[in-house]
């Protein structure tokens, strides 16, 4: 019930073109569902967030849908550049005070020139 | 220095070797934490400390021990690894949400160990 399931485990697509990467999971509880962004040999870092209170939040050319009721979730990236190149992870989080994200195991997107 | 720094950036070691990983945070957070990145393995949450206390262990061997001598710095203690234990170890840190933050954990770059 801890788990978040994330597909595909790596993505190819073409400059311009839009990378989908979905998600899931099922423990009711998780209220918060961050998508990370990760270079080698580079940690990650926060893209983007959402809360189970919207359907979609869009920041510039990356935009996160949520649909509660399917308990699902997915990252967009329009317009997708060889430098989206990296490793997403989806992440939910379940409780207050320090936070306990539980991860995806994370897409390889390679964004082809 | 910003953000969160970590070192070693690589170490490999023997099973009988006692190593320890560095992190420190120089982002004002009170959490930080200890997470293990292995290939085609979801990132798995080892250890946190909150206003310096361990508040999650989750079920890691006694061969890795954690310290947080204050918020601004943890180690992790190695001892006795198995060379299942190669893997890249991530610190972060995050600011309580209690106190109105949005908790977004800061990544270090990672310590690539491995255990020969």
């Known amino acids: 019930q801890q788990q978040v399931k994330q597909s595909p485990q790596s993505l190819i697509v073409q400059k311009g073109g839009i990378s989908i990467i979905n998600c899931a999971y099922e423990?009711?509880?998780?209220?918060?569902f961050p998508w990370y962004q990760q270079f080698p040999g580079k940690g990650p870092a926060l893209l983007i967030a959402?809360?189970?209170?919207?359907s979609e939040k869009k920041e510039g050319r990356f935009t996160i849908s949520f649909n509660k009721s399917a308990k699902q979730f997915s990252l967009h990236i329009m317009d997708s550049q060889p430098g989206d190149s990296a490793t997403y992870f989806c992440?939910?989080?379940?409780?207050?005070?320090?936070?306990?994200?539980?991860f995806g195991q994370g897409t390889r997107l390679t964004i082809n020139p | 220095e910003t953000g969160v720094t970590q070192t070693p950036r690589h170490l490999v070691m023997g099973m009988t070797n006692k190593k320890s990983l560095k992190c420190e945070q120089h982002?004002?957070?009170?959490?930080m934490y200890w997470y293990k990145q292995s290939a085609k393995k979801p990132l798995e949450l080892m250890f946190v400390?909150?206003?310096?206390?361990?508040?999650e262990n989750n079920s890691v061997p006694s061969r890795f021990s954690p310290e947080c001598p204050n918020s601004s710095h943890l180690f992790l203690h190695l001892h006795t690894l198995q060379p299942e234990d190669s893997a890249l170890y991530l610190c972060?840190?995050?600011?309580?949400?209690?106190?109105?933050?949005?908790?977004?954990?800061?990544f270090g770059e990672g310590s690539r160990l491995t255990v020969l």
């Open positions: 959402i809360r189970p209170d919207v």
């Open positions: 423990n009711t509880a998780f209220d918060y």
């Open positions: 400390y909150s206003l310096e206390e361990r508040v």
């Open positions: 972060a840190s995050s600011q309580d949400q209690t106190s109105g933050h949005t908790g977004e954990l800061f």
């Open positions: 992440a939910a989080r379940g409780y207050q005070g320090a936070q306990k994200l539980v």
């Open positions: 982002l004002g957070h009170n959490a």
